[in-house]
């Protein structure tokens, strides 16, 4: 296990405990993704939470239908323009989900030591006795005494709105259970969850293709969330973008919320462009005192990879209180700690009371669990890890962090096409802000002429520490002459704008000059 010692000394940090918190434009480095949904769709309420800090929203194809989505996505681009803030777009598919169907969205309440019959018969109705099921394979895969948990949002800790069932007895496609608590089911579709089985369907259902193929190009999503279970998942999933035009570039995102995710995890982060642990799944499926030891293992090789992982389920208790209870809090600052690129809102802003509260919450826990990030002794880990020779990129970037924190610099400016630069700076978690400054290259693919930069700047909004901008294309990259200042002056004066960078400060860039990448100090006057 790999600990993350904190780096202030005693009386210090108790000194900080007393000092209150300091607004600033950058509340956080690590990033905050929100789901957009029935409590956060307007102009309004989105505008807020990108002014709270929300930097990649999410639209879940679990519920609700494309049209649906489709007006929260443009009411998310007129908030964008209204704040003059970048937001990446999260496509969350639906996955091999088991659902029950109730057709009549009636409440339905379970008794305690009654017995209750799952069927793939969906033409039946739901009732206390009866639950149809979206699907006919479960009862080969489930046996006497297996252990099945239902609800609309699985478990937020209230035994009352979710329900676990033991199995009783297989006849046929039916299973009948046993009901273990009182529990009231609400709503036209109620989330199933069986532990340790393996359901036999694909990652990338039919009705996920469908999705991505016409709504997910038409809007030139940004991030793919995917169900995973194996690295074959993801290569799957990454042949079927590649044949849909601009969307070949959308990262994927790999889900892991079960024991076959867990177990294969090496494989699926090698091939994943990133990481989302989904708690909420994975504590039904491990023990509870397992959870943490997986988190901290899993964050960990995704750092050391240098790709960006996200966890999930951390302030349950906001989607109805306006504050987090003591644990929630420290668990926030503790995946901080452990070395989470962002933090992600289910429920919490998706149907909650308090979806711009909560984003505000949240990011002022990451600010605070960011200044006693051990910082010098994780450079040292990541060095290590990647070992000697280093390639080209890696000393760079390396460099352009320890020469950041040697000098105390306000900010490192990385100049980038493909945003690579930018974020192998932030794996060595400087504990300043990157400003990538993201120059777009004109592409052509023989019939149209288009310009790259903009998939590249929005998608680097869920990596810790990097604040992207999309450069004039006037400007170039590369420039043959270190006196060229021309693409440097437009990030500084970005910086200004937003107070992170003032006069007499030391910056460190980071560019390429020809065939050279460069790491300079500058100091700047007044």
Known sequence: MHSSPLLLEEPIRMVSVLEPSKPSFFPAMTKIVGTLGPKSRSVDIISRCLDAGMSVARLDFSWGDPEYHQETLENLRAAIKRTKKLCAVMLDTMGPELQIVNKTEQPITLEEDTLVVLTPDQNKEASSKLLPLNFSGLSKAIKKGDTIFIGKY????????????????????????????????????????????????????????????????????????????????????????????????????????????????????????????ARGNLGIELPPEKVFLFQKAAIYKCNMAGKPVVVTRVVDSMTDNLRPTRAEATDVANAVLDGSDAI???????????????????????????KVHNQDLYFKKAVKHVGEPMSHLEAIASSAVRAAIKVRASVIICFTSSGRAARLIAKYRPTMPVISVVVPQLRTNQLKWTFTGAFEARQSLIVRGIFPMLADPSHPAETKSGTNESILKVALDHGKAFGIVKPHDRVVVCQKLGDSSVVKIIELED
């Open 154 to 277: 699985l478990f937020t800790g209230s035994e009352t709105a979710s329900v676990w069932l033991e199995v009783s007895e297989v006849n046929g496609d039916d299973i009948s259970c046993l009901v273990k608590n009182t529990a009231t089911l609400s709503g036209p579709l109620f989330t199933v969850h069986v532990s340790q089985i393996h359901i036999d369907l694909p990652s990338l259902t039919d009705k996920d293709k469908e999705v991505i193929r016409t709504w997910g190009v038409r809007n030139n999503i940004d991030i793919l969330s995917l169900y995973t279970r194996h690295a074959q998942d993801i290569c799957h999933a990454r042949e079927f973008l590649s044949n849909l035009g601009d969307i070949k570039q959308t990262h994927i995102f790999a889900k892991i919320e079960n024991i076959e995710g867990l177990t294969n995890f090496d494989g699926i982060l090698k091939e994943a462009d990133g990481i989302i642990l």
């Open 344 to 370: 992600l809102l289910g429920a919490e802003t998706l149907r909650g009371q308090y979806p711009v509260e909560t984003i505000s919450t949240v990011g002022k826990i990451c600010a605070e669990a960011e």
